[in-house]
């Protein structure tokens, strides 16, 4: 797999070197920004395949820096800021950001993180295939068109929302979904008791999927926020 240009926005001078440092280490292409105002020009000039982004800019917050990208690219944003609240972290990803790591971070991370990321390009760069197209994962086959899905090659026997829930996840493998996301995709709104029969449909279609519930290989919690599909080799 080729490495990845990465658009690095960051105003802590050693933060940003550390972050270069490591990047170039590691033979990854790079491009800076010091503020917003910047990472969005930078962006628009250059279509970077993921940005690396901090909240706390000079000039503007980084989620409007992520609005910004959003309102046309789907290109990958990570963010890293020091900002640890359930909140924060929800606003961002609300927002579009496809995943948040808090400083201070290791590099071991920042790389694994990048992994996954440069996985979910991959998946990215075959979008414009049609719906018909089949989705796998490990033993995991989802057949859009068919409207059903196997594991091991058995077919899964899964209720219309769970089913529902098992292609938003898919579509979205490698990124963090929120709470709000996912109930505004299954339900059409987003209410408290929507949360809660979240929680209950992802329980059994846990159940269905993984064959350790406990150490889940497909569905990762992040307890607070949301849901994450993850790529399995």
Same mark, same amino acid.
């Given at each position: 797999?080729?490495?990845?240009l990465i658009l690095v926005v960051e105003d802590d001078?050693?933060?940003?070197?550390?972050?270069?440092?490591? *990047?170039?280490?590691?033979?990854?292409?790079?491009?800076?920004?010091?503020?917003? $105002?910047?990472?969005?020009?930078? !962006?628009?000039?250059?279509?970077?395949?993921?940005?690396?982004?901090?909240?706390?800019?000079?000039?503007?917050?980084?989620? @409007?820096?992520?609005?910004? #990208?959003?309102?046309?690219?789907?290109?990958?944003?990570?963010? #890293?800021?020091?900002?640890?609240?359930?909140?924060?972290?929800?606003?961002?990803?609300?927002?579009?950001?496809?995943?948040?790591?808090?400083?201070?971070?290791?590099?071991?991370? *920042?790389?694994?993180?990048l992994r996954v990321t440069q996985r979910r390009l991959?998946?990215?760069?075959?979008?414009?295939?049609? %719906?018909?197209?089949?989705?796998?994962?490990?033993?995991?086959?989802?057949?859009? !068109? =068919?409207?059903?899905?196997?594991?091991?090659? @058995?077919?899964?026997?899964?209720?219309?929302? $769970?089913?529902?829930?098992?292609?938003? *996840?898919?579509?979205?493998?490698?990124?963090?979904?929120?709470?709000?996301? #996912?109930?505004q995709n299954i339900w059409g709104r987003s209410w408290?008791?929507?949360? !809660?029969? *979240?929680?209950?449909?992802?329980?059994?279609?846990?159940?269905?999927?993984?064959?350790?519930?406990?150490?889940? %290989?497909?569905? %990762?919690?992040?307890? =607070?926020?949301?849901?994450?599909?993850?790529?399995?080799?």
């Open positions: 797999m080729n490495k990845p001078t050693p933060v940003r070197n550390l972050i270069t440092t490591t *990047l170039k280490t590691n033979d990854y292409r790079y491009l800076v920004a010091a503020n917003g $105002e910047t990472a969005i020009l930078e !962006a628009s000039s250059h279509n970077p395949d993921i940005v690396l982004l901090d909240l706390g800019l000079p000039d503007m917050d980084g989620v @409007q820096v992520i609005r910004s #990208i959003r309102s046309w690219s789907n290109l990958p944003i990570l963010v #890293i800021s020091a900002r640890s609240e359930d909140s924060d972290k929800i606003e961002a990803l609300d927002a579009g950001a496809d995943d948040y790591l808090t400083k201070p971070f290791s590099v071991e991370e *920042l790389l694994a993180r991959s998946y990215m760069n075959t979008e414009h295939t049609a %719906q018909s197209s089949v989705f796998v994962n490990g033993k995991l086959r989802v057949d859009y !068109a =068919g409207g059903c899905a196997y594991l091991d090659g @058995q077919e899964l026997h899964l209720t219309p929302i $769970e089913y529902k829930l098992l292609c938003l *996840l898919s579509r979205n493998v490698g990124k963090v979904l929120t709470h709000t996301y #996912i109930t408290e008791n929507d949360v !809660a029969s *979240l929680r209950v449909f992802m329980a059994t279609l846990r159940k269905k999927l993984e064959s350790e519930p406990d150490s889940p %290989q497909y569905i %990762q919690t992040h307890i =607070g926020v949301g849901y994450r599909m993850m790529k399995v080799e």
